[in-house]
């Protein structure tokens, strides 16, 4: 490998030089977020029209703008159940939803509960169920019905194949139909559990997070999601459920700075490519998203600049390796919780400390960024790249690929819609789609500003959907097609999907124009 000879600082500013070229800026940071968000009021409005009652949350890399295309991140779903409701105590009943209590017994570790199911009293509160609901519920010693996290399996198999799905993929608690997707089922919860006071109340030097940060984090939901502790008897780990805050990790996440993105970008790469043939995913990415948030809130903040990227990398190792030490793992959000435990050995952890301590000790001989591969960022830092073409051309991949991901998502719309309507006739068909093209119409006048975005994309689709049902009911009677369909074929014009145009040309045929 070509020696590196240059200041720490002026290390620095070539790996930010390599983000920049690579499209790993500012505003590409935003606009993923924003996309990404897009794409999920997309697919939640989808939902509203078929009447599934969830909503979906993107989470984690994509969302963030914590990716590189060279990193071919998961996009990862929580899909909130919102027929359920759970609660912490007795007396907050939900009418209309599936109630359930979170508890917890001397069998349940930190960040874990159990979930039973709740029944109403005739004088307006609520009691423990006695009677099983599904055939995975169980029974335990005290009465109560627990509901079992393998239930998640039954619901996602029927709501897949209602998608012509036949196949799921599971990776932990996560539920899919692709590779390059991971879906969560989830159960919100109101409630802040004792263990998430710790975010609020314990000391800290305040510059960071923001008061306002937490003040919308308190008001966030938590989710209980279908895992147990993997040291749990098997017998006790489909009864829990795991406490998630990955909605306030996530406007954690959106308050970073573009050079504390880019040190937890580098920290990502060095873990893939220097960790994971030695610790697996045992090593999580989630370990590093604590170890940026912690040093970021005990440290100063004008250190983060594009000058000390790198340095800035070695607090927050230096972070990591006082924890391997201590054998614990603080989780930011929650109170007590280790991250290492169920994840890595003791043995594991004296390792990892010892690598780490090697990582940091040489980081600044740069051997280990130079020797990078992914998205040749090694290679572009030896090459002291400085070239706006391949920016402009990376910056395009990567809106290319954002592109295509919304664009899968209006045609899962029209396949959806296509599928709720092909076993009804034409009556109630029009009937439907009209009911869809108004609550997407009232989206675009009374909906947020991304309701009303994606409001703007699905119309014309809704709009192609209606008029050819339409045209056909018109074809068939050999009534003229009347001048409200042509407008209405017109309207899904607006869309870059070439599905309106193909409906109309097919109108035009049947009709002999």
Same mark, same amino acid.
């Given at each position: 490998?070509?020696? /590196? ?5 002026? *290390?620095?500013?070539?790996? /930010? ?18 996309? /990404?968000?897009?794409?999920? %009021? ?19 890399? @994509? ?8 990193? $071919? ?8 159940l919102d027929m359920f409701h759970v609660v912490l105590r007795l007396g907050a009943w939900q009418t209309g939803n599936i109630n359930l209590l979170a508890f917890k017994d ?11 199911? &709740? ?24 009465? #109560? ?29 996560? #539920? ?9 089922v989830a159960f919100p919860c109101n409630d802040v559990p004792e263990e998430c006071e710790d975010l609020y109340q314990r000391s800290r030097p305040g510059h960071w997070p923001?008061?306002? %940060? ?9 989710? *209980? ?25 996530? $406007? ?106 090697? &990582? ?17 960022? !090694? ?19 990567? &809106? ?19 599928? @709720? ?13 009209? $009911?869809?093209?108004?609550?997407? #119409? ?14 703007? =994309?699905?119309?014309? =689709? ?10 056909? #009911? ?9 001048? !409200? ?18 409906? /109309? ?6 009709? !002999?124009?």
């Open positions: 490998m070509t020696s /590196y000879k240059k200041t720490k600082e002026e *290390f620095s500013r070539d790996v /930010y030089e390599v983000f920049q070229a690579i499209g790993v800026t500012s505003d590409m940071i935003l606009r993923r977020r924003h996309d /990404y968000q897009l794409l999920v %009021t997309l697919h939640s409005t989808n939902f509203k029209l078929l009447e599934v009652p969830c909503s979906t949350f993107i989470v984690g890399s @994509q969302v963030e703008g914590s990716t590189t295309l060279g990193m $071919k991140s998961d996009i990862d779903f929580v899909s909130r001397e069998t349940t570790p930190l960040q874990f509960y159990k979930l039973c199911r &709740l029944q109403p009293t005739p004088d307006g509160s609520q009691e423990y169920m006695r009677d099983p609901v599904d055939d995975t519920d169980i029974v335990d010693k005290n009465g #109560r019905v627990l509901i079992n996290n393998t239930w998640v399996d039954t619901f996602a198999m029927l709501e897949l194949k209602k998608f012509g799905e036949e196949k799921m993929i599971k990776h932990g608690p996560s #539920r899919s139909t692709h590779d390059q997707i991971d879906c969560v923001k008061t306002e %940060t937490l003040e919308y984090a308190r008001q966030c939901q938590v989710f *209980f999601i279908p895992q147990g502790h993997p040291h749990s008897p098997v017998n006790e780990r489909q009864l829990q459920w795991r406490l998630s805050t990955t909605l306030q990790e996530r $406007k954690l996440m959106f308050d970073f700075i573009e050079e504390q993105m880019l040190v937890y970008i580098l920290l990502k790469m060095l873990k893939k490519e220097h960790c994971e043939t030695k610790f697996g995913d045992n090593f999580s990415t989630f370990h590093l998203k604590t170890a940026m948030l912690f040093t970021i809130e005990r440290h100063p903040p004008d250190i983060w600049c594009i000058d000390n990227i790198v340095v800035c990398a070695t607090y927050c190792i230096d972070t990591l390796i006082q924890w391997a030490h201590d054998k614990v793992c603080p989780h930011f959000t929650m109170g007590g919780v280790n991250l290492f435990h169920g994840k890595l050995s003791e043995s594991e952890i004296n390792d990892l400390e010892s690598f780490l301590t090697h &990582l940091n000790n040489h980081i600044e001989e740069y051997r280990y960024i130079c020797n990078l591969k992914m998205d040749c960022f !090694g290679e572009m830092v030896l090459q002291k790249v400085h070239d706006q073409k391949n920016k402009i051309k990376r910056q395009k991949e990567i &809106l290319n690929t954002i592109e295509a991901i919304v664009a899968s998502e209006q045609q899962n719309t029209i396949m959806s819609i296509h599928s @709720q309507i092909s076993t009804v006739d034409v009556n109630t068909a029009v009937s439907s789609v009209t $009911k869809h093209a108004t609550y997407v #119409r009232s989206l675009q006048i009374h909906g947020s500003e991304l309701q009303r975005e994606a409001a703007d =994309l699905l119309f014309p =689709l809704v709009s192609g959907i209606l008029a050819s049902i339409q045209s056909s #009911r018109c074809i068939d009677s050999r009534q003229p097609v009347t001048r !409200g369909i042509i407008n209405l074929y017109e309207g899904s014009f607006e869309c870059n999907l070439m599905n309106g145009k193909l409906k /109309y040309a097919s109108m035009l045929y049947n009709s !002999g124009q």
